[in-house]
């Protein structure tokens, strides 16, 4: 698992308030719990914890190879909302992974400067394997784009500026 897997796991468990997970592999174990610690300890050779507002991950190998601990200092800071700026912001409706463009190999269905029509498709919302088409509810400029490709949204996030025109 690497730190950008390990990211993806703790937003997705954040997201969705769970408190305590545990996934073992054939590599490792990896324990996450939520909440308050009223100690932290650790040895050597031995898994990893630290806490810091209330939260813990620890990584062990499952077997003696060579695999690194990994200790998380805390959990990843929920995305600060995006200062207003002028224009019409558009909503993510669900929770998901955004898609700015159809397929890997397509372009972007739309870029900062395009000019919408209201119900043309913005972009794709990712949830639970169902790809959600985001229509424009004006007419308009993309003045700003807030979301890159790929990553996940919550629900009600601005991912979109459009200048009404």
């Avoid at 703790?10 to 939520?34: G, P």
């Avoid at 955004?98 to 498709?121: L, N, W």
């Avoid at 629900?155 to 025109?165: K, N």
């Amino acid at each position: 698992m690497n730190p950008n897997d390990l990211k993806q796991v703790l937003e997705a468990l954040q997201h969705a308030d769970v408190r305590e997970f545990n996934l073992e592999t054939a590599e490792y174990k990896l324990h996450i719990k939520r909440g308050q610690l009223e100690s932290v300890s650790s040895a050597p050779n031995s898994s990893s914890q630290a806490s810091s507002s209330g939260g813990v991950a620890e990584i062990q190998p499952s077997s003696s190879s060579a695999l690194p601990t990994l200790a998380l200092s805390s959990p990843p800071a929920k995305a600060e909302p995006t200062p207003p700026s002028t224009g019409v912001a558009v909503k993510a409706p669900i929770v998901g992974t955004f898609y700015a463009s159809p397929s890997p190999d397509k372009p972007s269905f739309v870029q900062e400067g395009d000019r919408v029509q209201k119900g043309q498709v913005l972009c794709i919302l990712e949830a639970m394997k169902l790809m959600n088409e985001i229509e424009s509810e004006v007419a308009g400029v993309v003045s700003k784009i807030l979301v890159t490709n790929g990553s996940p949204v919550e629900y009600g996030q601005d991912l979109f500026l459009i200048e009404p025109a």
